[in-house]
């Protein structure tokens, strides 16, 4: 399993990493906030794209060979700006790399709910949260160490090394898992499964909390600093959200496995409290910013590994690849979503009916996850 907490740990840390330093530190890339969010959103674009038919893919050879070559293209990606250092090829690098990302992300997924039994799911999916949610919260940081160190070269050159390292430990440690049979579907079939209620349900949780994560990283700080906040607080509001996120995800796994938590009240729970962070977000000072840092923190992380080992128990076992890029794609849709949301809102009035939007989207969100539940 360690080699595929590997990857997500990759596929955050190289999202975040970069994304956090490429404005300040591209030298000749960044001409304006224009190109910057079209480098932002190649990232996030590819993934969109590409994640469902990687899925797809993984289902149809096997999710080992997907992730194996999502893990080395990664790594030839990262080289690209490495070697050229200029302009155009960190275009290409940054879109290679999201391609590579969409392979092996899903991928790592099915694989983790492969070579599990259903009785351990909730442990595993929590796991490997966990990992990924310290490659978020290390990728801005440790990033904007290595930039300062040696430039961006220098940050494209860590992931490299680590999207081979990353490869080669899993191409020793992870053993062949062969595509199941599977009858034939058609696209019909294909909607019908994803408009199911069990496959939406989770989805849709998943994508709030990606929303929610994204809002909370991203204008947390931004309210601080209209309230008079310096960079430490603020930088403290979002390290704090990160941390409940990643301490949450494993212990919430572990109390599904042992019957103490269910999937249905575990989410209805998750998205009441990350709608009740985005209502503290409202409130002035730097106590509304922590509180709705810990709130959304612990609920999104309730959310993340109830949400994957429900879609799992609910899917078939040779269509997992394709649930799992299907619902990452979910997840992108939330992590994209959720700021525009909160920024055109805020454009219109103020940062405050932003959250406060966002949280009656997420608060209806978990009314309807107790009514499923209920009934």
Known sequence: MWPLYAAGFTTAFGAHGIAANLGGHARGAVTSLL????????????????????????????????????????????ALYVLADSPGWLWAARLGQGAAASAFSPSASALVARLNPAARHGRAFGSYGFYKSVGYTLGPLLGGVLVWAGGLRLLFAVLMVLGVAVAVWA?????????????????????????????????????AATAALSVGVGFLPVSG?????????????VSLLAACAAVVQPRAGRALDAGRLTARSGLAAGLSLTAAGLVCAMLPGLTGILVAA?????????????????LVSATPQERLGQTMGAAELGRELGDAGGPLLVAAVASGATLNHGFGALGILVGVGAVVAFARRGG
């Open 35 to 78: 190109v910057l969010g079209g480098l932002l959103a190649l990232y996030d674009g590819a993934e969109v794209l590409l994640k469902p038919v990687f899925g797809t893919l993984a289902d149809r050879v096997g999710a080992r060979p997907v992730l194996l070559g999502g893990l080395v293209a990664f790594a030839v990606a990262s």
């Open 171 to 207: 191409a020793l440690a992870v053993p062949v898992v062969p595509p199941l049979p599977k009858a034939r579907q058609t696209v019909l079939d294909l909607a019908r499964r994803l408009a199911d209620p069990a496959f939406l349900a989770p989805t849709s949780a998943l994508a």
């Open 225 to 237: 600093r209209a309230a008079g906040l310096g960079t430490v607080a603020t930088g403290a509001a």
């Open 294 to 310: 810990a709130l959304i923190g612990v609920g999104t992380g309730l959310i993340t590994p109830l949400g994957f080992a429900a």
